[in-house]
Each structure stands twice: as C-alpha cells, then as structure tokens.
Nanobody, 125 residues
Framework: VQLQASGGGLVQAGGSLRLSCAASGRTFSNDAMGWFRQAPGKEREFVAV????????YYADSVKGRFTISRDNTKNTVYLQMNSLKPEDTAVYYC???????????????????WGKGTLVTVSS
C-alpha cells in the first residue's frame, strides 16, 4: 500500500502549484483523502480533506479560497491545486487516507491510516 505525493517545488509568492497523490496497492475510492503539511520547526497541520465521492470537502481557514482539493477515483489520485501561494505555505505536504467510513471526513491526522512520504513546497517572497 503506497501513497506517492508529487508536484512540489519552488515558486514565487502569488504563484501556483498542483500537487498529486497517487495511491497504489489497494482501492482508495472509498477512503476519505486528506492533505496535511509540516513547516520547519512546527507540528503537522491539516490542510484539506475530501470524502470518498468528492461531495464533502473541508479546508483549513489558512488556505480557504486559495487551495482546492479534488480526486479522480478512476485514477486512484487526489489533487491539491494551490493558488496565490504565500511564504507561510512553505512546508512538506503529505497526503493521507482514512479507510474507515465516516459521515463527514475527518481533519485529524491520527484518524488517517496511510501516509505518503511528502513533497516539499517552497514559496519565496
């Protein structure tokens, strides 16, 4: 079972990046999928989560209106479109999945069962 995040890089403030997370080893179409991030010297924090069919989505207040999470279950892939990036968005971004059904997707890291290795996003000022 593997989650592989990609798409990170160096971008100037105000720019955009699109992260992808490809799942393999099992079917993730019934899982809620989330993105979390960890900046240097800080704890891992919630960014966004999407339920299994894409109809329920939550964002952290810090990214609301700038980031968009989506998924393509035919490709076992979840995306994070990041626009209007700020230097404070600099972090390693991790994708994760929750295999247990919930009426609403969780934003808690400890509820996630599978984690990718992360992809580094650096936003320069």
């Amino acid at each position: 079972v593997q989650l592989q995040a990609s798409g990170g890089g160096l971008v100037q403030a105000g720019g955009s990046l699109r992260l992808s997370c490809a799942a393999s080893g099992r079917t993730f179409s019934n899982d809620a999928m989330g993105w979390f991030r960890q900046a240097p010297g800080k704890e891992r924090e919630f960014v966004a989560v999407i339920n299994w069919n894409g109809l329920i989505i939550y964002y952290a207040d810090s990214v609301k209106g700038r980031f968009t999470i989506s998924r393509d279950n035919t490709k076992n892939t979840v995306y994070l479109q990041m626009n209007s990036l700020k230097p404070e968005d600099t972090a390693v971004y991790y994708c994760a999945s929750d295999r247990n059904y919930k009426a609403t997707p969780t934003s808690r890291a400890y509820d996630m069962h599978y984690w990718g290795k992360g992809t580094l996003v650096t936003v320069s000022s």
